[in-house]
Each structure stands twice: as structure tokens, then as C-alpha cells.
């Protein structure tokens, strides 16, 4: 039994502890309390908070190295730009870039990721570096013989995953699926994860087929909004997770709330991509379950959830023009348990309680402007960053260590693909 003690615990649900500790067996929390009543082997961290590990509710590890394609274009050509770079490599760069993803993930403190997955390459990086996933391989187009395609790719990768990784499936969104493979693709009967709602973009093409959209869609325009378009449809219900959800009016929340449709809520490729802020604080007072996402390098700099977290209460406190729009610890609670609701894993993960997994992140605020002490949510949520973390535990299996995971030939086989992606076809041969 080792004990992890801390000035801080953050167990998110229950009050913080101070000199606290969690004891870890076997890979499960045996208990969480002040650290002097508890039995282990001590690891203490002085000026440090112990947090749950963090719950990446929507982002795509396969877009690691993508910091800065398209910055500043519209949605649409923003996409276009995406779709023609992915198409220059394969799987074996798929995969170097999402084990990127995944070393990036676990250096920030996530334990946990809710992919939506191009090639499947998510799912087999997180596997390999121990990081917790629900992999959601994700389909497009008005085609219904793809989810055949789909369902064959998804049996291949089931052979190479074990239990921290489960897969699920993504029809990427309403514009870019039609309901017919919506509806074949829930008849699989996996998680499902979609993007919705997401921007003006979308909004205009489903109502009216106009807009940049046009050029890259082979979908019929429904001439309604994504949400009631899906709830049209019979395609809201448990068991999905609605990214984004920015372009959303009061009757569309109460449709997300009434059919239990969970949102990753994700406010800087939101806000990056000139989306807009999403309803949070009307989400969550609607009963919505919402947990937070950072999207990917596609459309933010990084995996970081403590800029997630301060993004969020930023975007809801101008949104709302209120400071209590969202509080530091509702922010640490969307980041955690709140996205682990999202993905269906809050018994599992996403607080620090007994009989959970040990999953688990170190934050160390020494020598910040939070220290000595006052509010340690606050402390976490505002002076928290990946440089700080200090230790990531995954099901009681140290994944990451300052100074003791450098990933050299990761990093590198990732900017290789990055390169293959940047490089343009070779100048014509002066003429002689
Ligand atoms: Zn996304």
C-alpha cells in the first residue's frame, strides 16, 4: 500500500482535506483522509494538492502536431484545410502522433480521454501508454454500407486494447452524417459521440444549405437546427456525447436535458475558431450532464485542462457578466467527475473516493502567487499548469514523473508526421 500525501486533497466530491493523503492498492483509492490516519508507504509532496486525475471529455489525440493549421480561417476552410493534410499520411504516422497525444495527456495530469478517432490510431496509443480512453471511431458521409467498414475496423481494434480502453463510435455531426447512418451507426449499440452544434457554419447549412459548408457536404440540409434535427429523428438519448454545443437555444437545452444527452463542453476551440461561448452555466442548470474537452491541436494549442478550466470560467463569467457564473471548484468538478458522467465512467473514475481507481494527479503550486495557502480549488484552477504537475498515477501505475518521462523517439517520430503533412509537392526541375 503506498500513501500519497499532500497539503492538499481535492477529492471534488467532499470538501478539500488538509495534510492530506490517498492510500492506493492494487491499482484502487483503500481510502482518502487526513494523511496521519492513514497506513501506507508515504510519498509526500510539500506546497502540493492532490487532485483526481483529470477527464478529457471530447478531444482527438490523432491531431497532436496540428498546433496551428488553418489559424484565423472560417469553419469551413478551416475544415477543408484538415481534411487535405490528413489525407497525406498513414497509419504508422496516425499512430506516432497519437502516442504524442497521449504522452501530452498524461504529462498534464489527464488519466482519462473521451477520442473521437479518424483511424483508430487513439486507441492503440492510449493502450500503449496507459492512459484511460473511451475510443470513439468516428464515420462520415451519406453511405450506409460504410458502417459495415466500420463495424470490421472496430472488431480489429478490439484484439489489440485491453480494459482501460473500451471503443464506442463517432458519426462526425449532423452536416457531415445523414440520419440513415446515424441510425445504423446506434444500432451497433456502442457509446456514441458526436460533434454538435458547434457554429454558425453548421446552423446555416442545416437550415438553409447555403454557407461554406455547402462545399464539403454531401448531406441533405434538414432545414432545422442539429439538435432538433437528431431529436426529430430519435437520435437524442443516453449513452451520447454531444461535443461543443455552442449554437443552442433555450428549447434545444431543455430537448438535451429531456433526452439525457451528455455535453463536452469546450470553450477554447470555441472560442479559438470564433464559434462562440457555449450555455454552460443554462446547461448545468438544466440538469445537463457536462464535462470538459480540449478538442485537440487542431483547434487549440494544447491538452491542457487547466487552460480548459480557466477558459471555461472565464468564457461563463463574461457570458453571464456575473463572477458566479462558474466557481473554481465547479470548474475542477467539470474537468473531473463531471466529464467522467459524460463518459459514463463516474463509478470508476473522476473523484478521489475509496474503491475507484487510482487515477490520480500531483499539482504542485510552490513558488506561485497562490502559495501560502488560502483556497486550494482556487490555487489549482487559476496557478495550475502541466509544468506543475508533478506525478499522474493511472489506475495506481505512475504514467508520468517530472523529469522522468522525456518520450525522445515519441516526440520525434510525431514531428516527422507533422513535417509530412507540411510539405508541399517538390519544385519543378529548372529548365536547361
Ligand atoms: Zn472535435
Given at each position: 500500500?503506498?500513501?500519497?500525501?499532500?497539503?492538499?486533497?481535492?477529492?471534488?466530491?467532499?470538501?478539500p482535506i488538509p495534510f492530506g493523503g490517498v492510500a492506493v492498492a492494487d491499482g484502487r483509492i483503500t481510502a482518502v483522509g487526513p494523511a496521519d490516519e492513514l497506513e501506507g508507504e508515504v510519498r509526500r509532496f510539500p506546497d502540493a494538492a492532490i487532485v483526481p486525475g483529470f477527464v478529457n471529455a471530447h478531444t482527438h489525440l490523432e491531431y497532436a502536431v496540428y498546433a496551428g493549421f488553418?489559424?484565423?480561417?472560417?469553419?469551413?476552410?478551416?475544415?477543408?484545410?484538415?481534411?487535405?493534410?490528413?489525407?497525406?499520411i498513414a497509419w504508422?504516422?496516425?499512430?506516432?502522433?497519437?502516442?504524442l497525444g497521449a504522452a501530452e495527456s498524461l504529462a498534464s495530469g489527464v488519466t482519462t480521454i473521451g477520442d473521437a478517432?479518424?483511424?483508430?490510431?487513439?486507441?492503440?496509443?492510449?493502450?500503449?501508454?496507459?492512459?484511460?480512453?473511451?475510443?470513439?471511431?468516428?464515420?462520415?458521409?451519406?453511405?450506409?454500407?460504410?458502417?459495415?467498414?466500420?463495424?470490421r475496423r472496430l472488431h480489429e481494434l478490439e484484439g489489440t486494447v485491453d480494459g482501460r480502453v473500451s471503443l464506442g463510435v463517432s458519426p462526425h455531426a449532423p452536416y457531415s452524417v445523414s440520419p440513415e447512418v446515424y441510425s445504423a451507426v446506434y444500432d451497433l449499440g456502442l457509446p456514441i459521440?458526436?460533434?454538435?452544434?458547434?457554429?454558425?457554419?453548421?446552423?446555416?447549412?442545416?437550415?438553409?444549405?447555403?454557407?461554406?459548408?455547402?462545399e464539403v457536404s454531401e448531406v441533405e440540409p434538414p432545414r432545422t437546427t442539429s439538435v432538433r434535427h437528431l431529436a426529430e429523428q430519435g437520435l437524442l438519448r443516453t449513452g451520447v456525447v454531444a461535443a461543443h454545443c455552442v449554437k443552442v437555444d433555450a428549447e434545444e437545452i431543455e430537448l438535451l436535458a429531456a433526452h439525457d444527452v451528455a455535453v463536452a463542453h469546450c470553450p477554447r476551440s470555441n472560442a479559438l475558431l470564433g464559434c462562440g461561448i457555449a450555455?454552460?452555466?443554462?446547461?448545468?442548470?438544466?440538469?445537463?450532464?457536462?464535462?470538459?474537452?480540449?478538442?485537440?491541436?487542431?483547434?487549440?494549442?494544447?491538452?491542457?485542462?487547466?487552460?480548459?478550466?480557466?477558459a471555461a470560467t472565464y468564457a461563463a463569467r463574461a457570458r453571464a457578466e456575473r463572477p458566479d457564473a462558474l466557481s473554481a471548484s465547479e470548474a475542477l468538478e467539470l474537468a473531473t467527475l463531471g466529464s467522467a458522467r459524460v463518459l459514463g465512467l463516474e463509478d470508476e473514475t473522476g473523484s478521489l473516493a475509496a474503491g475507484k481507481r487510482a487515477d490520480l494527479a500531483v499539482v504542485?503550486?510552490?513558488?506561485?502567487?497562490?502559495?501560502?495557502?488560502?483556497?486550494?480549488t482556487v490555487a489549482v484552477v487559476f496557478g495550475g499548469s502541466p509544468e506543475r504537475v508533478e506525478l499522474t498515477l493511472v489506475e495506481g501505475?505512475?504514467?508520468?514523473?517530472?523529469?522522468?518521462?522525456?518520450?525522445?523517439?515519441?516526440?520525434?517520430?510525431?514531428?516527422?508526421?507533422?513535417?509530412?503533412?507540411?510539405?508541399?509537392?517538390?519544385?519543378?526541375?529548372?529548365?536547361?
Open positions: 500500500m503506498v500513501l500519497y500525501a499532500a497539503d492538499w486533497v481535492l477529492p471534488v466530491e467532499g470538501a488553418g489559424d484565423g480561417l472560417p469553419f469551413g476552410p478551416w475544415l477543408h484545410t484538415h481534411i487535405e493534410r490528413k489525407a497525406r504508422d504516422e496516425y499512430l506516432a502522433i497519437a502516442r478517432s479518424f483511424s483508430g490510431a487513439a486507441a492503440v496509443a492510449a493502450d500503449d501508454l496507459g492512459l484511460g480512453a473511451v475510443v470513439y471511431l468516428e464515420i462520415f458521409g451519406t453511405d450506409t454500407a460504410r458502417v459495415e467498414e466500420l463495424r459521440s458526436t460533434h454538435l452544434a458547434e457554429s454558425d457554419d453548421e446552423r446555416d447549412y442545416l437550415l438553409s444549405g447555403k454557407g461554406p459548408i455547402a450555455p454552460v452555466r443554462e446547461l448545468l442548470d438544466a440538469g445537463v450532464r457536462v464535462g470538459l474537452g480540449t478538442d485537440s491541436p487542431a483547434s487549440t494549442p494544447s491538452f491542457d485542462m487547466f487552460e480548459e478550466m480557466r504542485s503550486l510552490a513558488g506561485s502567487p497562490y502559495l501560502p495557502w488560502e483556497d486550494p501505475e505512475q504514467r508520468y514523473e517530472k523529469g522522468g518521462f522525456r518520450w525522445h523517439e515519441l516526440r520525434r517520430s510525431a514531428a516527422e508526421a507533422r513535417g509530412r503533412m507540411l510539405a508541399t509537392e517538390a519544385p519543378p526541375a529548372p529548365k536547361t
